[in-house]
T-cell receptor, first 108, second 116 residues
C-alpha cells in the first residue's frame, strides 16, 4: 500500500483558503486518494476522494497532480470550525489506514 | 438518516469484566467497520463485515476480542475479559459499498472505554 506523508501541523487565517498537502509517491494506478478529518472527540468525517481527476464538493476541492504522486486538499474559506486533524489516505481496499494526519488550526 | 449510532458513549469498567459495545449502521449500508483509536497507535481497523459476514479480522488484537453482526442493522464488539490496555475510543463506521470502488465511510460518535 502506498504511504502518505503530511506535515504534522498547519495554521490558517479565518476566511482564507487552507491548502493541505499530501505526498504519496508510491501510489499505484488503482488506489484512491481519500481525505477525512477528525474534530476533537468526534468520529472521523469524510471530506472528499478522487482517483485521477480533480474533485470538488460542498466541503472542499481535491487537486491531484498529473503523476498522482501528490495531492492538495483545499478548504476555500476556512472557518474556526474547520480546526481539526486532516487525514490523507491512499488505499485500494477496505483496510483504511489513518496516519498521524495534519493538525490544522484556523485562527481568527 | 440518524447516521451511525453507537452505544454506550462512555463505559467505565473494572479489569476482568466483560464489555459489549454496540453499533447500528446506516440503513442500506452493506459494509460495517470497527476501529480503535488511542494516542499511541492512532486509528486502527479491527474488523469489517460485508452483508453481516466478517471479512477481515486481522486487526483484532487477541482472542479476548470478538465481534458479531447478527443482522444488517446491528453489530457488537465484545471484550472478555477487559484489561486496562483496552482503554481507547472505539468507532463503528459503515459504507454503502466496498471502499475498493471509491465510496465514503460514515463514522459513529465513538464509545470511550476506560478499564481500571
Amino acid at each position: 500500500d502506498a504511504k502518505t506523508t503530511q506535515p504534522p501541523s498547519m495554521d490558517c487565517a479565518e476566511g482564507r483558503a487552507a491548502n493541505l498537502p499530501c505526498n504519496h509517491s508510491t501510489i499505484s494506478g488503482n488506489e484512491y486518494v481519500y481525505w477525512y478529518r477528525q474534530i476533537h472527540s468526534q468520529g472521523p468525517q469524510y471530506i472528499i476522494h478522487g482517483l485521477k481527476n480533480n474533485e470538488t464538493n460542498e466541503m472542499a476541492s481535491l487537486i491531484i497532480t498529473e503523476d498522482r504522486k501528490s495531492s492538495t486538499l483545499i478548504l476555500p474559506h476556512a472557518t474556526l470550525r474547520d480546526t481539526a486533524v486532516y487525514y490523507c489516505i491512499v488505499r485500494v481496499g477496505n483496510d483504511m489506514r489513518f496516519g498521524a494526519g495534519t493538525r490544522l488550526t484556523v485562527k481568527p | 438518516d440518524a447516521g451511525v449510532i453507537q452505544s454506550p458513549r462512555h463505559e467505565v469498567t473494572e479489569m476482568g469484566q466483560e464489555v459489549t459495545l454496540r453499533c447500528k449502521p446506516i440503513s442500506g449500508h452493506d459494509y460495517l467497520f470497527w476501529y480503535r483509536q488511542t494516542m499511541m497507535r492512532g486509528l486502527e481497523l479491527l474488523i469489517y463485515f460485508n452483508n453481516n459476514v466478517p471479512i477481515d479480522d486481522s486487526g483484532m488484537p487477541e482472542d479476548r476480542f470478538s465481534a458479531k453482526m447478527p443482522n444488517a442493522s446491528f453489530s457488537t464488539l465484545k471484550i472478555q475479559p477487559s484489561e486496562p490496555r483496552d482503554s481507547a475510543v472505539y468507532f463503528c463506521a459503515s459504507s454503502l459499498a466496498s471502499l475498493v470502488v471509491g465510496v465514503e465511510q460514515y463514522f459513529g460518535p465513538g464509545t470511550r472505554l476506560t478499564v481500571t
